[in-house]
């Protein structure tokens, strides 16, 4: 088993800045992709931003040149850098791994934290 916690959600002015930060349970190094995803009322949970074991990165269209994701291995962590944010950023933002196990792949997903951008 796999928990992730999310942290650093909270209500920003449009234009400011936000890093999430997932923590998970155990040793990341072998997990295929971790990533985000953001759901708001009304629509379905979407990807934000992943990251390869190899290094690859694969971003919404809404999100690119604003957001950065980021992962530390060492202490079994993932980030979100979120800068520019915009009321439409507005979402529950939730941590998802990708874990290779015995053949198959699961996924694992955080609780979620909310993000709120407003005036």
């Known amino acids: 088993q796999v928990q992730l916690v999310e942290s650093g959600g909270g209500l920003v002015q449009p234009g400011g800045s936000l890093r999430l930060s997932c923590t998970v349970s155990r040793s990341i190094d072998s997990f295929y992709v971790m990533g985000w995803y953001r759901q708001d009322p009304g629509n379905q949970r979407a990807l934000v931003a992943a990251l390869s074991r190899g290094g690859g990165t694969n971003y919404a269209d809404s999100v690119k040149g604003r957001f950065t994701v980021s992962r530390d291995n060492a202490k079994n962590m993932v980030y979100l850098e979120m800068n520019s944010l915009k009321p439409e950023d507005t979402a529950v933002y939730y941590c998802?791994?990708?874990?290779?196990?015995?053949?198959?792949?699961?996924?694992?997903w955080g609780a979620g934290t909310q993000v709120t951008v407003s005036s």
């Open positions: 998802n791994a990708q874990v290779p196990d015995m053949g198959t792949m699961r996924s694992y």
